[in-house]
Nanobody, 124 residues
Framework: QVQLVESGGGSVQAGGSLRLSCAAS????????MGWIRQAPGKEREFVAF????????YYADSVKGRFTISRDNTKNTVSLQMNSLKPEDTAVYYC?????????????????WGQGTQVTVSS
């Protein structure tokens, strides 16, 4: 079992920045690809970013490309999401999730473990 706990959410004005962190316990994250997925009220979960198990490969949704950066530190068992130039449409609950699959980001249903989520609110 892997337990994931997100932190770093909050409220910020448009144009601001936040850094989300995801800390894992139970097992090392080095065996898992890690993703950030968000869900806005009344909407389906949406892929945000993904980093391969070794950190070499990263993937981003077009809506966040150039503004968000995903990174991981396997020695600390953490994954982070640096979010810059935030927009009101980035408002959502952000989840980190772990996948033992190979290759790029899996479908949301294919992640093995999920955190409880952290709220990000961006005001205009």
């Amino acid at each position: 079992q892997v337990q994931l706990v997100e932190s770093g959410g909050g409220s910020v004005q448009a144009g601001g920045s936040l850094r989300l962190s995801c800390a894992a316990s139970g097992r090392t994250l080095s065996n898992y690809g890690m993703g950030w997925i968000r869900q806005a009220p009344g909407k389906e979960r949406e892929f945000v970013a993904f980093v391969s198990w070794g950190g070499r490969n990263t993937y981003y949704a077009d809506s966040v490309k150039g503004r968000f950066t995903i990174s991981r530190d396997n020695t600390k068992n953490t994954v982070s999401l640096q979010m810059n130039s935030l927009k009101p449409e980035d408002t959502a609950v952000y989840y980190c999730a772990a996948s033992d699959g190979v290759g790029g980001p899996p479908a949301s249903t294919k992640y093995n473990y999920w955190g409880q989520g952290t709220q990000v609110t961006v005001s205009s």
